[in-house]
């Protein structure tokens, strides 16, 4: 686990977890569960762990957009720690990378 990540750990609150795989066939299911967990959440900022992240398009920045509209709605922050570089350039190239800082 990196620093960020075990430092919220530490605070007793572990980040959520984005799965191996997020592309376009798991996208809608992959949000559902990630909702789920940002309603089952404490309140406060939800941090959502990307090291995990290995085969993704662009369906993984739908989906993360998605969910930041959601915890927005929420009065909630969402922070994505250890995201790929692939993911940041992804992101980046789409022109969001002020909405989804990784």
Known sequence: ?????AGVA???????????RLTLDVAAST???LQQGLAGAPAG????DASSLHEFDSS????LLELRRESQRQGRALRLV????RLRD???LY???ELLPA
Do not use: K, T, Y
């Open 90 to 92: 992804l992101i980046a």
């Open 60 to 63: 993984a920045v739908a989906v």
């Open 1 to 5: 686990m990196s620093d960020v990540a």
């Open 31 to 33: 949000l559902v569960h």
């Open 10 to 20: 530490e605070a007793g609150v572990p980040p959520a977890r984005l799965p191996e």
């Open 95 to 97: 022109g969001v990378a």
């Open 82 to 85: 250890n995201g790929p570089a």
């Open 45 to 48: 900022e939800f941090v959502l």
